[in-house]
């Protein structure tokens, strides 16, 4: 891409389409003498209805239907549904289903990060198009990637009773609890994937990563000791402690003209969740093995860099196993554990609930209110995708800004990458069809 005599150029670079959001999206940027003075995220992703055709159904039928929101991350959507609905009709859950619950949501954190690392992210770092490409140039790469999200899979198999969509979570629990035979066969799997997951922190912690700060508040669940997964309250990097009762008081969702996507704001600001704001909030609560491995990355206690996301992820990843062990070895050496009820009783009552756990994209927030009956008179669900897009639009601006000599294609690739850092529901949707760029 050449300049024109050295002077400024008015020019919009415009990316028509990005594939499997959920819907249609594009890049929009438009720069005036020089300076990048608008940048639009447009996710045109259609109107599911989701919590609109929840009011009226049974309070027990959320966590099976919103868990199909997401063929990535349907444990989370589980989990946050059963919190919020337990919440309102008054219930608490015991020990042994906290636990259970928790392994649960490791098994999606392990596959999930392992596809995202190894499928979605590596290849920008690595110079390939895609991962069929990466297998063809880095073979033993790809199966280590495969085989943790294999082992992720198993997990979820053993304890949610499938794969993909887990059909054993209810209200109150589980419909049945997993055999300690089977997590122990289980368990062989995941101590594999350790040093699968260690060399995964190894490798990414050698890409090369663009010299990029981002100043956006972090916010993230911190609870009373581990790492955040499926408890805890609300803190944020400005200071800032709540529960989740008061999510809405704080975060609040807006329609944009120009995407069916809402934006959120963070008392009135764009903010960041997910493995940034995770990591940078709850470094202190990593196992010694993760942080020290952390430590070896480079990456300190607090990471500002996006595109250094995927070493965090890998970070995430090697303590989704060592907690998932530590589960396993709770429950197997333990006869009360494993004799345990599978769930308990949740009687219907009116009330209004909120559940909040950390999807491996980063907080998910449901609030459901409820009839006498149970019938779900209202539901708000609000996904981390929403939550960041503000913040991706501001470092697509700061970013494109510093890279407007770049040829066409790199700088689409550049900013495809710098979509890619923020989640796995964006990262296999932000494949540019097209870009067009039009000179003033």
Request: with cysteine; aromatic share 6%; net charge negative.
């Amino acid at each position: 891409m050449s300049h024109d005599s050295g002077q400024p150029r008015d020019r919009t670079v415009r990316v028509e389409m990005l594939a499997r959001v959920e819907g249609e999206g594009g890049l929009h940027v438009t720069v005036r003498g020089g300076e990048v003075v608008d940048v639009q995220l447009v996710i045109m992703e259609p109107p599911r209805f989701f919590e609109a055709l929840l009011r009226g159904r049974a309070y027990t039928e959320p966590p099976d239907i919103t868990a199909r929101i997401c063929g990535i991350c349907p444990v989370a959507y589980q989990m946050s549904a059963c919190q919020a609905i337990e919440q309102a009709c008054g219930v608490v859950v015991p020990e042994p289903v906290r636990l259970l619950r928790r392994l649960l949501y490791c098994g999606e954190w392990i596959e999930s990060h392992a596809l995202h690392v190894y499928l979605l992210h590596a290849p920008d770092f690595l110079g390939h198009e895609g991962a069929i490409d990466l297998a063809t140039a880095h073979p033993d790469v790809v199966r280590r990637g495969l085989r943790l999200k294999k082992a992720g899979n198993a997990l979820m198999s053993v304890v949610g009773g499938r794969s993909v969509h887990p059909v054993n979570v209810r209200l109150g629990g589980f419909y049945r609890m997993p055999s300690r035979e089977q997590l122990a066969e289980v368990r062989a799997t995941l101590t594999e994937a350790l040093d699968d997951a260690v060399a995964t922190v190894r490798l990414v912690a050698g890409f090369t990563f663009p010299q990029f700060e981002q100043p956006h508040t972090y916010l993230a669940m911190r609870a009373d000791e581990g790492y955040p997964l499926e408890s805890g309250s609300l803190v944020t990097s400005g200071g800032l402690s709540f529960p989740a009762e008061e999510y809405l008081d704080h975060v609040v969702e807006e329609h944009v003209e120009r995407s069916h996507a809402l934006h959120a704001r963070l008392d009135g600001r764009p903010f960041v969740v997910g493995p940034l704001a995770r990591y940078s909030l709850n470094h202190d609560r990593l196992s010694p093995l993760a942080r020290q491995l952390a430590a070896e990355s480079g990456l300190g206690p607090v990471c500002r860099n996006p595109f250094r996301s995927i070493v965090v992820r890998a970070v995430e990843l090697v303590y989704a196993v060592e907690e998932a062990l530590r589960i396993i070895d709770l429950w197997v050496g333990s006869p009360t554990l494993a004799s345990s009820p599978a769930s308990v009783a949740v009687p219907a009552r009116a009330g209004t609930g909120h559940g909040v756990t950390e999807a491996p994209r980063g907080v998910l927030y449901h609030r459901y209110t409820l009839a006498d009956d149970g019938t779900v008179l209202a539901a708000t669900i609000m996904p981390p995708t929403s939550q960041n897009q503000l913040s991706v639009e501001a470092d697509l601006r700061v970013f494109v800004q510093s890279h407007l000599d770049l040829p066409e294609p790199e700088l689409t690739h550049r900013c495809e990458q710098a979509v890619r850092n923020y989640d796995p529901c964006i990262s296999c949707a932000t494949h540019f069809l097209t870009l067009t760029v039009d000179r003033g």
